[in-house]
């Protein structure tokens, strides 16, 4: 069974820093693209960033660049997010998805179950 | 970056009803690479459609996807009470940023 388990969210005030992390297990983590993707309350869902499977390509939301850094143990079957330079806007629900390969592309077809980020002084 | 817009924003149905979603792209979305996920209350989202047209593992075949180009729908041909949440379109066609529509609202009369 496919499980993503994320962890590391709370209250930061801004300029603060968090770093979430992604437990896995069920799939061959070092065989997966894998992406955050976040939730202010009450509102959609917004793409942030995204590691290819060994780590050597990562990219971002412009919202995102130069704050926060993607990065992923595959030894320890663990993705993370290091969010520095915290803005109100960041609060949101953060995602932790794996991306499905072969026909019909990279859509995002298992998500953790979530961890809140709230930045308020 | 791909804007997509869903219509409606809310979809108000009995059970037992057809559901029909749209999802309009600013611009072609490349071998057609639109998602649908669901997302109900307090829970992460799950994905139904990729591919514009493939279920996924285990969704009932009460939901299909169509479409190519700009112009994608999702149908749910009959509402069950469970089927109440909100459903967003994504394309994951271009290079980053994925972009994911506003989303629609169904829930039952």
């Known amino acids: 069974e496919v499980q993503l388990v994320e962890s590391g969210g709370g209250l930061v005030q801004p300029g603060g820093s968090l770093r979430l992390s992604c437990v896995t297990s069920?799939?061959?983590?070092?065989?997966?693209?894998m992406q955050w993707v976040r939730q202010a309350p009450g509102k959609g869902l917004v793409w942030v960033s995204r590691?290819?499977?060994?780590?050597?390509?990562?990219d971002y939301a412009d919202s995102v660049k130069g704050r926060f850094t993607i990065s992923r143990d595959n030894a320890e079957n663990t993705l993370y997010l290091q969010m520095n330079s915290l803005r109100a806007e960041d609060t949101a629900i953060y995602y932790c998805?794996?991306?499905?390969w072969g026909a019909g592309g990279p859509a995002f077809d298992y998500w953790g179950q979530g961890t809140l980020v709230s930045v308020s002084s | 970056e791909v804007v997509l817009t869903q219509s409606p924003d809310t979809l108000s149905l009995s059970p037992g009803e057809r559901a029909t979603l749209s999802c309009r792209a600013s611009?072609?979305?490349?071998?057609?690479?639109l998602a649908w996920y669901q997302q109900k209350h307090g829970q992460a989202p799950r994905l139904l459609i990729y591919?514009?047209?493939f279920r996924a593992a285990g969704i009932p075949d009460r939901f299909s996807g169509s479409g190519s180009g700009t112009d994608f729908t999702l149908t749910i041909s009959r509402l069950e009470p469970e089927d109440l949440a909100v459903y967003y379109c994504?394309?994951?066609?271009?290079?980053?940023?994925?972009?994911f529509g506003q989303g629609t609202k169904v829930d039952m009369k």
């Open positions: 994504q394309q994951y066609a271009t290079p980053p940023p994925w972009t």
């Open positions: 611009q072609s979305v490349a071998s057609n690479f």
């Open positions: 591919g514009a047209s």
């Open positions: 069920g799939f061959t983590f070092s065989g997966r693209l």
């Open positions: 590691i290819n499977n060994d780590g050597s390509s990562k």
């Open positions: 998805v794996r991306t499905r």
